[in-house]
Structure formats: structure tokens, C-alpha cells
């Protein structure tokens, strides 16, 4: 029998954006407010604990496990590409750098999303460490604070990168953030702080708001033109929920791919499914853009890094006393604690490369840290070109969706990866990092020509998880957008989206606060 519940508002997905609007929009008691998760409570204690996010991703718990097909660009490569599934989304996981983009990003944003619009629904949610001032609030939910821990390495990297013409920049969110500093992170005194646990724990009690999670939406219901609710399961039951309105918030690989279920995208991908199009969006599932970080791995002969640490046993336990004490050391840490924007050429107008430095190394994403002294230079492309999809592969949820982000298909992408991999290796030449005596273990100095590191790119290139742009905002003249500035699903009514899918052009940094600033905006209209 199918359970049936009636809502005000439903939210469908409690990430970084649904959280945000479960919490601003019950906090006025005329809404009835139900925020569905698939995924489960955020209760796990890797969650919190900022080094975490090495469990936390690939592991079924908290991640939908995705990968991409194989990418040519990538020399035929999948990659495994993370979505948190789990109350807080992705924020449960992910790397926790706040950072918002360049003004200039806005621009392409169309009317009413400049940089001066934004800027003050990025106030609203942030909780500042250094106080408020014009571009900053200590008055929200979300902190934003320094990291608890310094590296030599890193430190003397900063100085390398000081001494070659890079501002020092304390704080990347003014608008400009070219220079190089340290992450500031979505942390409260070393432990990760979610959307879910800024904005969703502290009102869970509030009797206008319900939140379901292991709440799976299979698809959306429709009367005529309006959104009704949605059809799914609760713990493996079959639930339905009638809502006035509905808010997807399920994220740039879940709400193209919900929309899809529900018949609204491109006929030459439902008719195949045998799904009858209720709306044709030629745009849904389209625009996929991601930044792809080259990981350019170095060997020290001398430095203290986190592979010796985490590698020793007596290291790991001094790591645990560390946090247990002090809520420092390595467990707090990010994966990247230095950062610097800067420009691939004189030709860019503004900077359009950033580094995620690390005191680690490890031939893929995870655990397996090398045994020797090691550093990661990764080094992303912030406005690529190359453009992907992401499509449903089948009419249920339980089917994957096929991930294609397109790497390096544009000839303007491969020659910044070239300029990026160049400079990186300019900087790790500089004599004051002859103290560590760094080596190239991967990619491998071998390569010269451009096509040779094209190719060393492709092998040693992954996705720094930033999708974004598959249910682009936009004005509806334009074939392939599929919300309004107001984000409501064109051609539908009572339906809105408010998630990374929105984007129309992804910002030159990391996603997460984008999208917490674009669910601030989304809730004020809807109140
Ligand atoms: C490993 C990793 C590291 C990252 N590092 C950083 C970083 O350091 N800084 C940064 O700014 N950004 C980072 N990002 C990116 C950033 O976290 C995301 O851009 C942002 O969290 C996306 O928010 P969202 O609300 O669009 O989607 P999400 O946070 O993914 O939320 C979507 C939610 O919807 C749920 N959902 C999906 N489908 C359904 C369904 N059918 N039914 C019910 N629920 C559903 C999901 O389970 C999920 O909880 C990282 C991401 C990852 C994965």
C-alpha cells in the first residue's frame, strides 16, 4: 500500500542547497515545509571529521558512486564521480573550501545575477571568522573559518609563488581572487560543517518542517501543466506526496535526471525510454561542465608530509591526540589547504587557473598514500569550454545515469592544460624549494611536446567535482535553457529548481558556496 502525505512546500534533496530552503522557508510558520532525501542521516562520524571525506567518498553510505563514461580526452579513462547521498548532500563529503568565483564570473549570468546582486545572499548564510565588513557577515549560519594546521612545504611553496609575482591573498572572496593563500573551509573549530549541520540541525524541531530521509523520489506528478508532488519510496515502501508546489534541490546529476523520469527533456532521449515527453527542454541534462584538476605528484627527498605521518603507526596515533586534544593536526585538514588563482596567458583577462596544493601524495584519490615524502600541485582549468551531458539510461531511479563530461574536447582546453602543467613545473623548479629536492613522480618529466602532455594530462587528470549547468538558468528564447531567472521550470507551473544544475556558466572556484547563495535566493522569492 502506498503511504500518502500532503505538504505546503516539498524539497526534493537535502544538500547543500535544500537545506538552506527547508531552513528559510520554515521559518515562517504560514509554510508547511518536507525536505526528502534519499540518502540517510548524517550521523557517522567520518562525516564530521574533516579527513573524512576519504572514507566518505566511494563508499555507498554516504555516496551515489557514479562514474563517467570513458572520456577520450582522459585517454579513455572513467572516473569515479562522487555525489553525496546523505543528509548535507555533497557539503557531507566534499572538500570544504568556501569559495565564491571572480565578480566578473556573474556577468554571464544574465539580468539580476551580477556580482552585486549576489553578494549580499553570500552574506546572509556566512558566519565569518575575521568579522563583518562590506563583503563579509558574521551574522549567518554557515562558518567559514582559517584552517588549524601549517605544513613547511606548503609554506615555502607560498613563498615560491610570492617571489614569481602572485599577491599574497588572505581572503579569495572580495571579487578578486587571484593571488595565492590559504583555503578558509566550512568548519566549526576543526569539524566539518555542513549545510546540513548549519542550517538543518539547528531548526529540525520546528513543527512546520518534516524531513524524511532514505526518502527516494522516483519521479514528479502533474496536473495539466502544474507540479503536484512526487511519486517514490521510503525505506524501499512506495510513498506519494501531494505538495502546492515543489523545489528540486537534487543536484546537477539528480535534478536533470528526475526531470527526465518525469518526462521533461529532449525527445532523443525519452522516446528511446519509452517515457512520453509532458515538456520538451531540449536543454535538460545539457551544458555539463566541470573542472578537471591535472595532479601533478611530486617526491620530496627530505620534508615532513602527511604520507609519513599517516604511514607510520606512531604518526597516526599522534595525529588522533592532535584532534582529540586540540580539534587540530591532520585530521581537520582539507585535501587542500594552500590555493592560488592566476592566469594561463597575458591573454585571459582575468585569472583562469587554481591551485590545490597538498602535503600529500597518492597515485589515486584516497587512502593509499605514497610511502615517501610527497606533494600534490593539482592545478584545475576554472572556465573550460568543453562542454558534456548527463542522461538517464533507464525509466527507474535505481538506474545509473550515463555521466559524459566531455574533458578536453575543445582545443582551447588543451592548450591551458599544456600552459598548466608548464607552469606548474616553473614554479617547482625555484631554487628556494631545493630544500625538499622535489621530483615528478607523476605525470613524469618525459614529456615536452604539447601533444605529449596532452596525453600526460589525460592520464593523470580527474574530476576536482564541480559539475554544474544541466538545467541552466536563462531566459526561455534561448533553445536550451531550462529556468527562468526565477528558476521555475519553463512551460510548468509551481515547480522550481535550486541546486548546481542551475548555473548558466560555472564560476571560476569551488561550487559549493555558489550554490548555497543561489538557495538563499530561490527561498527569499518563495516566501
Ligand atoms: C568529493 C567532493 C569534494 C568537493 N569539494 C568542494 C570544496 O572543497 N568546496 C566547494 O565549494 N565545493 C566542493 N565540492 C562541490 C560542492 O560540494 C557541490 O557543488 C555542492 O555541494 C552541490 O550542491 P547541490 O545542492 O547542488 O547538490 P548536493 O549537495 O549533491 O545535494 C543533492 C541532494 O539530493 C539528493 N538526491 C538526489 N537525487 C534524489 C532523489 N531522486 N530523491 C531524493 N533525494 C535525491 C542527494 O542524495 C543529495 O543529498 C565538492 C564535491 C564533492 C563531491
Request: proline share 5%; with cysteine.
Amino acid at each position: 500500500m502506498t503511504d500518502r502525505l500532503h505538504t505546503d512546500t516539498l524539497i526534493i534533496g537535502a544538500g547543500s542547497a535544500g537545506c538552506v530552503i527547508a531552513n528559510r522557508l520554515s521559518a515562517n510558520p504560514q509554510h508547511q515545509v518536507t525536505l526528502v532525501e534519499a540518502g540517510g542521516k548524517d550521523n557517522w562520524h567520518w562525516i564530521h571529521i574533516p579527513v573524512g571525506y576519504l572514507y566518505t567518498m566511494g563508499n555507498p553510505k554516504t555516496d551515489w558512486c557514479y562514474s563517467t563514461t570513458p572520456q577520450k580526452g582522459l585517454n579513455g579513462r572513467c572516473l569515479a564521480y562522487p555525489r553525496g547521498r546523505v543528509l548535507g548532500g555533497c557539503s557531507s563529503i566534499n572538500g570544504m573550501i568556501y569559495m565564491r568565483g571572480q565578480k566578473d564570473d556573474y556577468a554571464s549570468w544574465g539580468e539580476g545575477w551580477s556580482w552585486d546582486d549576489v553578494l549580499p545572499y553570500y552574506k546572509k548564510s556566512e558566519n565569518y571568522h575575521r568579522g563583518a565588513d562590506d563583503f563579509h557577515s558574521d551574522q549567518g549560519e554557515m562558518l567559514v573559518q582559517e584552517q588549524r594546521l601549517k605544513w613547511d612545504i606548503l609554506e615555502t611553496f607560498k613563498k615560491v609563488c610570492e617571489e614569481s609575482g602572485f599577491t599574497d591573498r588572505p581572503d579569495f572572496n572580495r571579487g578578486n581572487n587571484s593571488g595565492i593563500g590559504y583555503f578558509e573551509v566550512t568548519q566549526k573549530k576543526g569539524v566539518r560543517w555542513s549545510s546540513a549541520r548549519a542550517f538543518l540541525h539547528p531548526v529540525m524541531h520546528r513543527s512546520n518542517l518534516k524531513v524524511m530521509t532514505k526518502t527516494l523520489t522516483e519521479r514528479l506528478v502533474f496536473e495539466g501543466d502544474r507540479c503536484v508532488g512526487m511519486e517514490g519510496t521510503r525505506h524501499g515502501k512506495p510513498l506519494s506526496i501531494r505538495a502546492e508546489r515543489v523545489v528540486l534541490a537534487a543536484g546537477a546529476i539528480g535534478s536533470p535526471s528526475l526531470l527526465e523520469r518525469s518526462g521533461i527533456g529532449s525527445e532523443s532521449v525519452l522516446k528511446p525510454l519509452g517515457i512520453p515527453i509532458r515538456n520538451r527542454l531540449e536543454g535538460v541534462g545539457k551544458n555539463l561542465q566541470d573542472h578537471l584538476q591535472v595532479r601533478l605528484q611530486y617526491h620530496l627527498e627530505r620534508g615532513e608530509t602527511l604520507n609519513q605521518q599517516a604511514n607510520s603507526w606512531l604518526g597516526r596515533i599522534k595525529m588522533g591526540l592532535q584532534y582529540v586534544y586540540n580539534r587540530s593536526g591532520p585530521l581537520s585538514m582539507a585535501p587542500s589547504q594552500l590555493g592560488a588563482f592566476f592566469k594561463s596567458s597575458d591573454e585571459v583577462d582575468r585569472a583562469d587557473l587554481e591551485f590545490h596544493i597538498q602535503p600529500m601524495s597518492a597515485d589515486k584519490l584516497g587512502i593509499d598514500l605514497h610511502r615517501f615524502p610527497g606533494m600534490t600541485a593539482s592545478v584545475c582549468h576554472l572556465r573550460p569550454e568543453s562542454r558534456g551531458t548527463t542522461h538517464i539510461s533507464g525509466t527507474n531511479a535505481s538506474d545509473v545515469p550515463i555521466i559524459d563530461p566531455n574533458y578536453l574536447s575543445q582545443a582551447y582546453d588543451r592548450d591551458v592544460v599544456c600552459k598548466a602543467i608548464e607552469k606548474t613545473r616553473d614554479l617547482m623548479d625555484h631554487p628556494l624549494l631545493s630544500e625538499f629536492s622535489p621530483s615528478e613522480h607523476k605525470p613524469g618529466r618525459i614529456q615536452k611536446t604539447d601533444h605529449d602532455l596532452v596525453k600526460a594530462a589525460g592520464d593523470v587528470a580527474t574530476t576536482i567535482f564541480h559539475p554544474v549547468g544541466t538545467a541552466k538558468m536563462g531566459s526561455d528564447t534561448d533553445g536550451e535553457t531550462v529556468v527562468s531567472k526565477k528558476l521555475g521550470v519553463h512551460g510548468l507551473r509551481d515547480l522550481y529548481i535550486a541546486d548546481a544544475s542551475v548555473v548558466p556558466t560555472i564560476t571560476s572556484g569551488n561550487t559549493h558556496a555558489p550554490v548555497v547563495m543561489i538557495a538563499e535566493r530561490l527561498a527569499e522569492w518563495l516566501d
